[in-house]
């Protein structure tokens, strides 16, 4: 059983830059894991993810300006968030899952739902 539990949230305004963090309770070196995030009132999608084996991808709403990493030696997954955009505004999770296909899927509630482990989220607001 891994716990997750994400920090680094909060309110910036539009064009600045956050830092979210995913500490994990154990190893996540073979997991894909997966930053997702929800608007109020839209369906939850993948934002960026990092498999197993190091791959990594964006959703083309935050490529270029969104960067994941992860820290094996202290099971922490990051997102580093700049030129953020009023649209960035949402809650953002992160998700953990050892046997999941670590591609984006079009369904994103679905696909967050296949993770066996998943984190309670941190407030993201952007202003204009």
């Known amino acids: 059983q891994v716990q997750l539990a994400e920090s680094g949230g909060g309110s910036v305004q539009a064009g600045g830059s956050l830092k979210l963090s995913c500490v994990a309770s154990?190893?996540?070196?073979?997991?894909?894991m997966v930053w997702f995030r929800q608007a109020p009132g839209k369906e939850r999608e993948g934002v960026a993810s990092?498999?197993?084996?190091?791959?990594?991808r964006y959703s083309d709403s935050v490529k270029g300006r969104f960067t994941i990493s992860k820290d094996n030696a202290k099971n922490t997954l990051y997102l580093q968030m700049n030129s953020l955009k009023p649209e960035d505004t949402a809650v953002y999770y992160c998700a953990a899952d050892s046997s999941v296909h670590c591609v984006f899927s079009g369904n994103g509630g679905a696909w967050y739902l296949d993770f066996d482990y998943r984190g309670q989220g941190t407030q993201v607001t952007v202003s204009s």
């Open positions: 154990g190893y996540i070196s073979s997991y894909c």
């Open positions: 990092i498999g197993e084996d190091g791959t990594i």
